[in-house]
């Protein structure tokens, strides 16, 4: 089964803060994805990343960035946390050849 | 403009009976659609992938069905039971791009 994990459940961070959510799945899988989920907004996607060290923007980049060092460990960076980044942060990990997503179980980070 | 949209948005049902919960979307040059449960609170959870060459794909009582002629699918679930009680998501992936484009969900309740 293919396991996708996030470092923390729950997160709770100050204004201003740097927050670092890490996400690491152990199936080997060339494409990563980092959305946020919001009530009434869906799933938006932030960044992907189609190889190490590779990057794309999703649909709401702003304020976030990403890296990818290492095939299996995809993290997402919040330069300076704001309370509008409050959100459920959810990783996915897909295959190269067919673009079926796995997910990790989320972060909730609460920004006060 | 391809969208992904998913009625109704919530259901109730009694226990036992076999359901069916709808997509639809724009444009048939779909590359595959996935199908996914979300509990509260939780990541998702994939549940079945159907690429555009075919027409269904069957897990335990899951059935998902695709029709790209009238831009649809549908995810049968026979003999439901309090445990099938989440949101299920549909999200269709065009042109063997990286994006999935998402459904907004059906909040599923099975009734006791």
């Known amino acids: 089964d293919v396991k996708v994990t996030q470092s923390s459940r729950y997160l709770v961070k100050r204004t201003g803060e740097k927050v670092f959510l890490e996400c690491v799945q152990d199936m080997d899988h060339e494409n990563m994805f980092w959305y946020r989920q919001d009530p009434g907004l869906g799933l938006r996607l932030i960044y992907f990343s189609y190889d190490v060290k590779m990057k794309e923007k999703g649909d709401i980049p702003e304020g976030y960035s990403v890296s990818r060092e290492k095939k299996e460990r995809f993290s997402l960076i919040l330069e300076s946390a704001s309370t509008n980044q409050t959100s459920m942060y959810l990783c996915?990990?897909?295959?190269?050849?067919?673009?079926?997503?796995?997910f990790g179980p989320g972060t909730r980070l609460t920004v006060l | 403009k391809q969208e992904v949209t998913q009625i109704p948005a919530a259901l109730s049902v009694p226990e036992g009976e076999n359901l069916v919960l709808n997509c639809s979307f724009t444009d048939s040059a779909i590359y595959n659609l996935q199908w996914f449960r979300q509990d509260p609170g939780k990541g998702l959870t994939s549940l079945l992938l159907?690429?555009?060459s075919q027409r269904e794909q069957t897990s335990g009582r899951l059935n998902a069905s695709l029709d790209k002629s009238s831009g649809r699918s549908t995810l049968y679930i026979a003999a439901s039971q309090p445990g099938d009680s989440a949101t299920y998501l549909c999200?269709?992936?065009?042109?063997?791009?990286?994006?999935?484009?998402w459904g907004a969900g059906t909040k599923l309740i099975i009734k006791p």
């Open positions: 999200a269709v992936n065009w042109d063997s791009n990286y994006q999935l484009i």
């Open positions: 159907i690429q555009s």
């Open positions: 996915a990990s897909a295959p190269g050849s067919v673009n079926e997503q796995f």
